[in-house]
């Protein structure tokens, strides 16, 4: 055989590697590979210092080139705030009777999460999938499965960890679906991602025939997928069209987390465990 | 030498590309530097160079992603090989024709990639993922490349100079 055909012949080995390795790598996967473990740990202290600076320079942009508007900014925030304060006490009003009200009813209360923050040291490569690296990992105690969030709602959930990192499938990768509900009506719903770069939207299937979906409807996670508690925001409602035949109704969900400038969220640390203790426990 | 130098400047840029970009990102899209580095080497040392470079700067990349490892390997040595194969036939005095290599590369490169990933069952919407992912992630890399195709190339022809250098050397000794 000659050099050409050997060549060929590398080439064509080469490329069924390749395609083995694509399928069996072609579904979010909880398990590590030992080289992906040793590039990932071996990145993150380098990714940590960059995005530092990264996220430095971001925030003194935009306080520069927000200086202008302060001001104005600041006598509009002043008048939120005392309309806040009124919220709050009515809230708190709410509050204790929501307290009263459960008691009555036998039913304990929410238990509180732990949550642990995390800073995001680095994004995707390539722009096909929506997933970030946190500097949290393992000997944290984070584990594949949880759920991630910031003060505006859903980011995502764990997606595989190492010792000091973890990567995180966001909401809006292609592969991510939650599942919801139109807060108020209890309406279930799947959202999925859509893998639009900006991360501005989200595709929202309803789950029961007959669904009332509308424009500005707010959509909350359901707690029925066990990795994100009940009653997290996720975005709001932006667009409803029927299938070409009339037989399913989708909807574009606009999420409320900021996914292109996303720099701390928190992940909780337990599964949401939500009991009702109720006549049949005792 | 010349290898272990370009696959150190591929890390970093690397490094840089996943974690320093982000404010720079319009509609979400940032720059594949790795890809602009690939680009320029495939320009100056010829399409197998380019097709190898982009090869292994693909599978780091597919690492670090995580998913559908291989996946960018072969785009990305599809769009090394362009690159080194436009180069060797046109005039690379041009400035304007790194830009349109890496353009014409990053087109070929992501439409290999999207094919490849809707025979392997990702439902990646044709149109949608030409216009929000492929085409702006062109545009950015040639821009990209209009920035930094200078400093690379002096980077490379220092290599080579230290290169030729030693080859001179051994010849003597």
Redesign the interface.
Known sequence: MDLGKWQALAVGVL?L???G??????D??AV?SV??KV??ET?AP???A??T??HW??ET?RDVSSFGTLRSENRSLRQQVAVLQSEVRALQSLERENVRLRQLLDLQPRLAQQSIAAQV?????????A?V?INRGRIHGLEPGFAVVNAQGVVGHI??VTGRTA?VLLLVD?QSAVSGFVEGSDQPVLIEG???????EAFVRPLVRGANLEPGDHIVTSGLSRIFPPGLPVGEIVEVWDDGYGLERRARLRPYVD???LDWVSVLLEPPIIEETGEDDQ | MRAAAVGLLLVLVLVAQTSLLAPFAIWGVRPNLTLVVVYAAGLRYGMSFGALLGLLAGLILDVVAGRMVGLSGVSSAVAGFAAGWIGERLFRGNPLIPVAVAFASSMLGGATYLLAARAFGMGFPIIDSVSRTILPGAWYDALAMAVLYPLITRLFRHLDVRVEGRSAKGVEG
């Open positions: 490329f590697v390749l395609a390795l694509i399928f069996v790598t072609s979010p996967r590590v080289p992906e590039v990932r990145l380098v990714q940590t960059f995005s600076v990264s320079a971001q942009l040291i680095a994004r995707t490569p390539n722009q096909w999938f997933t690296t997606e595989s990567q292609p859509s893998g639009d770069p900006a991360g501005n996914f292109v400038h």
